[in-house]
């Protein structure tokens, strides 16, 4: 089993950067893909990104891509996710999440593709 602790969010201004980081501890090599989804109040999960932990192959949302970035250090078991420009819509409780396996596109936007999560860190942007 993977655990995941996720730390960097925080309040900022509209047109900021914030970077998050997913620590992961415990089997991470068993460790295929890591994701990070958000959730606003009164809203659905919403998957933000993905990358697998081997190949660095990346998936992006529509709504953030050409902003949010996703990298991981294998050296470290960490996925980074860095945002730039952030808007007031991407205000949410931001979660990691992990699987063993390399995973789809398609099987990347369902949260129930993914074994572990972490309890998640909050983005507030103010406009």
């Known amino acids: 089993q993977v655990q995941l602790v996720e730390s960097g969010g925080g309040l900022v201004r509209a047109e900021d950067s914030l970077r998050l980081s997913c620590v992961a501890s415990?089997?991470?090599?068993?460790?295929?893909?890591v994701a990070w989804f958000r959730q606003a109040p009164g809203k659905e999960r919403e998957f933000v990104a993905a990358?697998?932990?081997?190949?660095?192959?990346?998936y992006y949302a529509d709504s953030v891509k050409g902003r949010f970035t996703i990298s991981r250090d294998n050296t470290k078991n960490t996925v980074n996710l860095q945002l730039n420009m952030l808007k007031p819509d991407d205000t949410a409780l931001y979660y990691c999440?992990?699987?063993?396996?390399?995973?789809?596109?398609?099987?990347?936007?369902?949260?129930?593709?993914?074994?572990?999560w972490g309890q998640g860190t909050q983005v507030t942007v103010s406009s």
């Open positions: 990358i697998r932990w081997y190949s660095g192959i990346t």
């Open positions: 999440a992990a699987v063993s396996t390399p995973i789809t596109p398609t099987q990347a936007l369902i949260p129930s593709a993914y074994s572990a």
């Open positions: 415990g089997r991470t090599r068993s460790t295929g893909t």
